[in-house]
């Protein structure tokens, strides 16, 4: 019998963990690529051992030890979703709720983020599209794909507002 948990299709299969020091050197192996949730490290953490306990145990010391911050982890998660991968409101708050990050810390987060969403939405189409949009087929692609990128209807009106400015002069 295989004593070893697969962790997905096509990846190694995990140790199971001996001791609770093995859970926490888990935990933080994985902090150590990049910040998570408590959230997501409970489920990682949960492929090393099914021991409810130690997992516990690994996450409170992981975060007295300051490995662990759910602040941390959302003011990084934002800035890189901001800065990079140019995601509207709508879609962080998704990412953060699948995450397991409560919703209060991501409202006030968010809520003192400098970050410009409507400007987020109007560079998206400036980047694309060089030439006023007239077509309604064309100005429906624009929506649906701004609104997937989790931008609200009165962002991407702005966007599209001032786009048409913007190709005017």
């Not at 409170?60 to 998660?77: C, I, M, T």
């Amino acid at each position: 019998m295989n004593s070893f948990k697969s962790t997905k299709f096509g990846s190694k299969p995990v140790k199971p963990a001996e001791k609770v020091e093995d859970v926490t050197n888990y935990g933080l192996w994985h902090l150590g690529r990049r910040d998570h949730s408590k959230h997501e490290l409970k489920i990682k953490l949960g492929r090393k051992t099914d021991n409810d306990e130690w997992i516990e145990e690994a996450i409170e010391q992981l975060d007295k030890s300051g490995f662990l911050d759910d602040q941390r982890f959302v003011d990084n998660f934002l800035r890189e979703y901001n800065q990079f991968k140019k995601f509207g409101p709508t879609r962080i708050k998704q990412e953060f709720r699948i995450k397991g990050i409560d919703n209060e810390l991501v409202r006030s987060t968010m809520e003192q983020s400098e970050f410009d969403y409507f400007e987020s939405a109007l560079e998206y189409m400036n980047n694309k599209y060089s030439y006023p949009i007239e077509d309604r087929k064309e100005k429906d692609k624009i929506t649906r794909f701004l609104l997937t990128r989790g931008f609200t209807f009165d962002m991407i009106k702005y966007a599209f507002a001032d786009h048409l400015k913007e190709n005017d002069e």
